[in-house]
């Protein structure tokens, strides 16, 4: 697949298309004699050794399985969505149940290990893996269950986007998820979650009603409104820096199961129009309208501008808006057409493991001045551009962890490789372009960002201090520290 059908692909999804998740696997354990002194690497940084009967003796105490360096599938379970991360871990607790993720947490705390946890395996960040910790994977715990009545969904924290959409669904209901159904939905949601029905219902963590979770020192609590409400807080956006989220019940909302969906494509000479057009619209936009744009081409002449829209709602209002849209921005075709709204969420999946590596830079911007238009339009890399807005701002910024609610786009820069020998070229290109956008970005959206701890404290801003409290009373110790990570006060 060239590079541009990679942009392409990844910007078709929306600004913010998360990616495709690690699937799940049927159970096999070691056999005793593959059990070894095993070194590993504990939250100092320093070297280990676990002994080979306490291996053994934690895959014996797991309903699911533990995979060690010297599996047959260790190769194929470490493996992230995004092939920049190559990490071996020392062990891979693949999980069935919470009890699991409960033994697993212990086992890691005995022995001082360094923790990553792992949902749909896409981090940006690669923090769903590390070199020689202990991995839980929840990735095999993936039931779904759909109360109608009172429109909620209860998911096990393996579960994709398309589990949820295909069980709800069939109750003509959702909630907002993203926009690739092989995206697991934990790290989405604890880190946000913007999908084609935020505008109209907001992120998938303003939709989460309560979660279960296993706590650094192995407490198993439930988060809502009226338990736990200062961990429910931090847990809508702050990540995974608080436990290991088991279980999540979202609030549903009747969808159709039809939607209306695709894309609109203008000549480069429409760019700059298109760009000016989308500055004032993006305020006025109806809320049941998902728009993204890609800035297509590789040097600034050939850029040209693509629309992604995506209409959830009244098929009337669905053309007219439609209509609007091609009145006011011209564009030279358009294949806008009803889709079944499961089939759409799906359309643009790609391999659990990719066969490419790939960096992304992405943050908010309050609007499009003239000056950031210029300066996309002079850029040599593909842009992407989602229309935020809506239900998403309705919300305070103190509201929840989320602090950015009030801008109306996330901008976004990627770059695509396949040989492990372009990886600091492709990357210093994206810095490059993204030190001369500094000026306009207001603060950054982890779950799409490939970003320093140091860079990532923005995605807080004045909510950091309190995250920090709670961190400290739930994790102390910083034992889940990979991801972007909140240090305890």
């Known amino acids: 697949m060239m590079r541009r059908d990679f942009c392409k692909k990844t910007v078709l999804a929306g600004a913010w298309a998360v990616l495709p998740g690690f699937g799940a696997r049927s159970r096999a354990a070691d056999s005793p004699g593959k059990f070894r002194d095993t070194q590993s690497t504990n939250l100092s940084g320093e070297t280990t050794v676990i002994p080979a009967k306490a291996i053994k003796d934690f895959a014996t105490s797991l309903r699911g399985r533990l995979v060690t360096m010297s599996h047959a599938d260790y190769d194929q379970a470490r493996r992230l969505w995004n092939k920049m991360f190559d990490d071996r871990p020392a062990l891979i607790a693949q999980c069935s149940a919470a009890t699991d993720v409960a033994r697993s947490i212990q086992f890691a705390r005995e022995r001082d290990l360094l923790v990553a946890v792992r949902g749909g395996g896409h981090s940006y ?234 960096y992304l830079k992405s943050a908010y911007v309050d609007r499009l001045t003239p000056a950031l238009i210029e300066a996309i339009m002079a850029e040599h890399r593909s842009v992407g551009l989602g229309i935020c807005g809506g239900a998403i701002a309705e919300l305070a910024p103190t509201e929840t962890a989320i602090a950015n609610r009030r801008e109306l786009f996330l901008l976004s820069i990627r770059a695509f490789w396949e040989d492990p020998a372009d990886a600091e070229k492709k990357r210093a290109e994206v810095e490059q372009i993204w030190a001369r956008l500094q000026p306009f970005i207001t603060g950054f959206y982890a779950n799409l960002t490939c970003a320093d701890q140091n860079a990532m404290k923005g995605n807080f801003g004045l909510n950091l201090p309190r995250l920090a409290q709670i961190k400290k009373r739930y994790d102390p110790h910083n034992v889940f520290r990979l991801n972007p990570n909140i240090r305890p006060a």
């Not at 669904?169 to 690739?180: D, E, I, K, N």
């Not at 006011?328 to 066969?355: C, H, I």
């Open 125 to 358: 960040q690669g923090y769903s893996t590390c070199n020689g910790g202990l991995v839980i994977d929840l990735s095999s715990m993936r039931s779904v269950r759909v109360d109608p009545n009172v429109k909620r969904a209860r998911a096990d924290a393996g579960a994709w986007i398309g589990n949820v959409d295909r069980e709800t669904q069939h109750y003509g209901l959702a909630t907002p998820m993203g926009t690739a159904s092989n995206t697991g939905i934990a790290g989405l949601t604890l880190g946000g979650g913007y999908g084609r029905l935020s505008r109209q219902f907001g992120l998938a963590c303003d939709n989460l009603i309560s979660a279960d979770l296993i706590t650094a020192d192995g407490r198993s609590l439930r988060a809502s409104a009226t338990d736990n409400p200062d961990l429910f807080w931090a847990l809508r956006g702050g990540g995974g820096n608080f436990g290991v989220v088991t279980s999540f019940e979202y609030q549903l909302h009747p969808v159709a199961t039809q939607v209306f969906a695709g894309e609109l494509t203008y000549a480069p000479d429409r760019l700059k129009a298109v760009l000016e057009y989308l500055t004032d619209y993006a305020a006025r936009a109806p809320r049941e309208l998902s728009l993204g744009l890609g800035v297509m081409g590789d040097e600034p002449r050939d850029k040209y501008p693509v629309l992604y829209f995506c209409f959830a709602g009244d098929g009337r209002m669905a053309e007219k808006t439609l209509q609007s849209l091609r009145t006011e921005t011209k564009p030279r075709e358009d294949n806008v057409r009803g889709w079944e709204y499961v089939t759409l969420q799906s359309a643009f999946d790609g391999p659990p493991r990719a066969s490419f590596a790939e």
